[in-house]
């Protein structure tokens, strides 16, 4: 990856202009979130239609540092600069490509066997093309006494998965030089059109989170975060993820404070997160829950035996609209206990912008022409009388010629 500026830095910085261990994050009346503890994370919790989206809007607005924004609905345009997410195919590794493909251990076994070699040659693997022609390029070659045994089958059943992304999203693999670690402001990786291709949302996310933490120092304990990563309908990260997958992220969000970095995920029911993760989330943010199915029941049960204080599952069920029980950390950063509160919506509306289309999509899309086209008018459809009409005016006119001679 590129160089970067130091999150150590961007902290110094945030100093500098006045952040103290006091300061904090206002939700609503009584409620706000230490600056200080930003880094041990949040949890924003609610059905949709109950104001997570406002919850998540005013806490990226009053961030005290960069914040980099994965939206995977697309109605997060507005709080930032938007990026086109795209991810080069070599620095994912063999667990997210697998994860991208949905593929089984020996397949992803003959992934890693093919990367494993392509790195030790030094040979660039950054498209599905670049991909598809190592594991033909490895299918030939006799890898089995250096790597192990690469499979004709698992390879063609690769090739196969292979074909699903190239043509339902050609756009998300490539040469891209964006660097998490280098974000100023708000940016929003509109992930929507990820999100709508089965594990490709999940393996993005989980490669920004990965790339975050390989790639920065430690800080230690700081008056205010240098990063915030705010994720999305962050269940899609965990569903269908190997056991690999989900330690890993699991093991990045128990370290990754210590690298100056918060995270906020967002999703409708702390169930949805591995117990892991939701235990490392010391502000929570519970909107409403409903309760149609069993299913929903259980995940309220949950959510309110999981709440500090001593919150039942009726008072979830009650909230209204923009209206949510908070836990916060207290100075010591023990929880508060919940409490309801009105939340206070940031400026911005929230809504797509429209303006990140994938390159394969622009390309296809018609050009406008520079100077006005002259139309030429449809001419209107003759009526079904007009031909028998005009073959009897011929005829009748036949008939009178000869009657003059």
């Known amino acids: 990856m590129c160089q970067f500026p130091s999150i150590a830095h961007k902290l110094r910085k945030c100093c500098a202009n006045g952040a103290r261990m006091t300061d904090s994050i206002p939700l609503g009346s009584g409620a706000a979130i230490p600056y200080r503890y930003l880094t041990r994370h949040v949890g924003i919790f609610g059905a949709t239609g109950t104001g997570k989206s406002t919850t998540l809007g005013a806490i990226v607005e009053r961030a005290p540092c960069p914040v980099l924004v994965l939206d995977a609905k697309g109605d997060l345009e507005s709080l930032g600069d938007c990026i086109f997410p795209q991810m080069r195919v070599g620095s994912l590794g063999a667990d997210l490509i697998a994860r991208a493909l949905d593929l089984s251990d020996a397949q992803a076994g003959a992934i890693q066997i093919a990367l494993a070699w392509a790195d030790d040659t030094g040979r660039v693997v950054a498209t ?103 994720i999305d309908e962050s269940h ?3 569903d269908g993820a190997t056991p690999a997958v989900v330690r890993r992220i699991e093991q990045i969000t128990r370290l990754i404070r210590s690298k100056g970095v918060g995270l906020i995920y967002v999703t409708q029911s702390p169930s949805d997160l591995p117990h892991v993760i939701s235990g490392q989330l010391a502000t929570r943010v519970q909107h409403a829950l409903r309760g149609s199915t069993s299913h929903h029941l259980k995940a309220l049960k949950a959510a309110a035996d999981t709440m500090p204080g001593s919150i039942t599952v009726a008072d979830i069920m009650g909230l209204g609209t923009g209206h949510a029980i908070v836990s916060v950390p207290d100075s010591r950063g023990a929880p508060l206990p919940g409490r309801s509160v009105a939340i206070q919506r940031g400026r911005k509306e929230l809504c797509s912008m429209g303006a990140c289309i994938p390159p394969a999509v622009v390309e296809s899309r018609p050009s406008t022409p520079d100077r006005p086209v002259d139309v030429v008018p449809k001419r209107k459809p003759r009526p079904w009388w007009h031909w028998p009409l005009a073959v009897g005016v011929v005829l009748y006119g036949a008939v009178l010629i000869g009657n003059m001679v």
Do not use: K
């Open 128 to 230: 599905l093309a670049d991909l598809r022609a190592l594991l033909n390029d490895a299918c030939g070659a006799d890898l089995s006494a250096s790597y192990g045994l690469v499979s004709p089958v698992s390879v063609a059943a690769v090739q196969r998965a292979l074909l699903r992304l190239e043509r339902g999203a050609p756009w998300a693999f490539g040469r891209s030089s964006f660097d998490p670690r280098d974000v100023s402001g708000v940016t929003v990786l509109t992930c929507g059109m990820l999100a709508a291709v089965p594990g490709l949302y999940g393996a993005f996310a989980a490669h920004v989170l990965e790339s975050l933490y390989s790639g920065l120092g430690e800080i230690g304990d700081v008056a205010a975060p240098g990063l915030m990563v705010m």
């Open 236 to 238: 899609l990260v965990f």
